[in-house]
């Protein structure tokens, strides 16, 4: 089922980084909005519970935070000895496949052109 087109469709087609920033906004306000409303009419004190959820999600935050930043940073590395020295880094290579295993990024001409009702697997 389609739907019409239109100029703000149309804009946020342009870029991926539109459309995933307009998903996530449209989200964040329907989850703030039923904070909001069930703080005011659950009787739950926001302080309160704000202060009791930040000492259990804080340690976990940090912790994985921190792995995150560190695969980060290993595929980044990778990425770069890849641009720098293709012949030992390359993707063919073994570093290189590890490295595409940290970013999880398919092997350059392996992706398919597809048409919208193709799916991704076995085509």
Known sequence: MSTDKNTFDSWLKKALYRDLGFRALFWVCISVAAALVAMRHGQLPAVAYFQQVAKSIAPLLN???TLALIVVLIGLMFKDLEYADDARFGQT???GKFGGGVRRRPKRGTVKNRSPG???IGD
């Open 63 to 65: 912790i994985f935070s």
């Open 118 to 120: 193709q799916s991704k």
């Open 93 to 95: 290579t073994a570093f």
